[in-house]
């Protein structure tokens, strides 16, 4: 079975998936709350998450190679982060998912996986 890794491209591939986000980020009206969390320069945080997502996804775990443990909580914890928020950082992963023509096998295998994943930020009722 190939992995989400694997399905989406390799590097290259979840590269493209991680810039996506942050541009469909960008230019959603809907995402402006979670789009002002991050600075005006994206670059950064847009290779910490092909970083992450390369070995959460499946591939070689180049985040943990290069920073050590991964702890999402203790970043995202300065951020008031609710329901709204998490659903809003969904909506733009799904867009950046289907504007990459990702299949649907693959986006219903990351469709649990990705609310998880977006839960574990939350911090606020």
């Given amino acids: 079975m190939e992995t ?3 399905l989406l ?3 290259k591939g979840v590269k493209r998936l991680s810039e996506e986000f942050y541009a469909v980020m960008s230019s959603r009206k809907e995402a402006t709350s979670i789009r002002q969390m991050h600075g005006k320069d994206l ?3 847009s290779e910490k998450l092909f970083l992450f997502l390369s070995g959460w996804l499946g591939g070689p775990a ?3 190679e290069k920073y050590g443990t991964i702890c999402l ?3 995202h914890a300065k951020y008031q982060i609710g329901e709204d928020e998490r659903d809003q ?3 733009c992963m799904d867009q950046a998912l289907l504007n990459l023509d990702a299949s649907y096998e693959l986006i219903a295998m990351l469709k649990e996986p990705m609310f998880n994943l977006a839960d574990v930020m939350t911090n606020k009722v």
Avoid: D, F, N, R
Wanted: proline content about 11%.
């Fill in 9 to 11: 491209g390799g590097e």
């Fill in 62 to 64: 180049l985040y943990l």
């Fill in 89 to 91: 950082w969904l909506a």
């Fill in 73 to 75: 909580s203790s970043p």
């Fill in 4 to 6: 989400p890794y694997e």
């Fill in 43 to 45: 670059s950064l945080v």
